[in-house]
């Protein structure tokens, strides 16, 4: 009789700890891509669209996960909700040639549609705004953002975070 009832507590109280360890590890930053099949302009040149639409939200997520946080104060959270993508450049047609190209000029700037809360360690929301920010100085930065992938579009967000998120 009692051996049951020890277990049964040590498994509650597992549990619990579990729970409550989890919690403090919660991740501050959370990002929900608003159907994306609908953004304006996440194309590949020349691969399969919807593996490429996906590299860009994996690839993007992960920088705001990185990013992100060196802007919150301890105990904070931010969450994301992204309506539209448009990245620097445009695609045009090869004619003959079979491939694509993404023609990236200044009159094809990048532009993210975004909605943040921004939360503090009690749960009061401290800011919340919804923004279309487009980066139209975007190919005036250094020459070594052009060279990475989604660099403009990289450079834009850390832009964002600065003008929205700096205490």
Not at 15 to 31: G, K, R, T, Y
Not at 62 to 70: D, F, I, R, V
Not at 71 to 97: C, H, Q, V, W
Not at 128 to 151: C, H, V, W, Y
Request: aromatic share 8%.
């Amino acid at each position: 009789m009692i051996k049951p009832l020890v277990t049964g507590l040590v498994l509650c109280s597992t549990l619990i700890f579990n729970q409550a360890q989890a919690s403090e590890n919660d991740d501050p930053v959370s990002i929900d891509w608003i159907k994306p099949e609908k953004f304006r302009d996440v194309d590949s040149a020349n691969s399969n669209k919807k593996r490429y639409r996906a590299r860009v939200i994996k690839d993007l997520e992960s920088y705001m996960q990185q990013q992100l946080p060196k802007f919150l104060n301890t105990g904070e959270s931010i969450t994301l909700k992204i309506y539209d993508l448009d990245l620097a450049g445009d695609i045009r047609p090869m004619m003959g040639a079979g491939n694509d190209i993404r023609v990236v000029k200044s009159i094809y700037p990048p532009m993210i549609d975004i909605q943040y809360s921004l939360v503090d360690q009690q749960g009061k929301v401290i800011k919340e705004q919804r923004k279309r920010f487009r980066d139209i100085a975007f190919n005036m930065g250094s020459p070594m953002t052009a060279s990475k992938f989604l660099g403009y579009e990289k450079a834009m967000l850390k832009k964002w975070m600065r003008n929205e998120l700096a205490h």
